[in-house]
């Protein structure tokens, strides 16, 4: 069964990774929405590489043009189209890779559609984790992190046993 990802943040350092690891995994992974910043000429690169059915970016201008050049994909804007993206209901998971407290509300808003998450996005921790918690425990909802310094610390408070570890 191909697990289906949306993808906030696509254009960053996790984003790109994201997507080189969706790139070599056709077949277990397909990328359906995406949030990019300004970098249009690398939203269009995407956009045909991986054809996904909703694509969000920060001006309603950017959406036009795009949209008129890609008819196929649902091109949205700002923070609601973040929104949109992250709790697009043909998603598996999301994974927030956007930078700032801007990625707290899309990823409450995907916790809510019972969609798994994969988070980069520190911030969104800092600025409300006890909430963003709270609504994973309310809805069932994984959070798994995906950043070294949250992964580092998610294993810790798993208990992993540090001579286990292979570095």
């Known amino acids: 069964m191909v697990k289906k990802i949306s993808l906030l943040g696509a254009t960053g350092s996790i984003g790109t990774q994201?997507?080189?690891?969706?790139?070599s995994n056709r077949e277990?992974?397909?990328?359906?929405?995406?949030?990019?910043?300004?970098?249009?000429?690398?939203?269009?690169?995407?956009?045909?590489?991986?054809q996904?059915?909703?694509v969000s970016v920060i001006n309603s201008t950017d959406a036009s043009v795009l949209q008129a050049e890609f008819p196929k994909t649902k091109f949205v804007y700002g923070k609601e189209g973040l929104?949109?993206?992250?709790?697009?209901?043909?998603?598996?998971?999301?994974?927030?890779a956007?930078?700032?407290s801007i990625g707290l509300e899309p990823t409450i808003e995907a916790i809510k559609e019972g969609i798994t998450i994969a988070i980069a996005n520190k911030e969104t921790l800092v600025a409300a984790g006890d909430i963003v918690m709270a609504e994973a425990k309310k809805n069932n909802v994984a959070l798994l992190p995906v950043d070294s310094e949250h992964s580092a610390l998610f294993q810790s408070m798993n208990g992993e046993n540090p001579k286990q570890c292979p570095v």
């Open 52 to 54: 996904p059915e909703i």
């Open 18 to 23: 994201t997507l080189d690891i969706i790139q």
């Open 28 to 50: 277990k992974f397909k990328l359906v929405s995406f949030s990019a910043g300004m970098n249009i000429t690398k939203v269009r690169e995407i956009t045909t590489e991986f």
């Open 98 to 100: 956007v930078i700032g």
């Open 83 to 96: 929104i949109i993206v992250a709790a697009h209901s043909n998603a598996d998971m999301l994974v927030n």
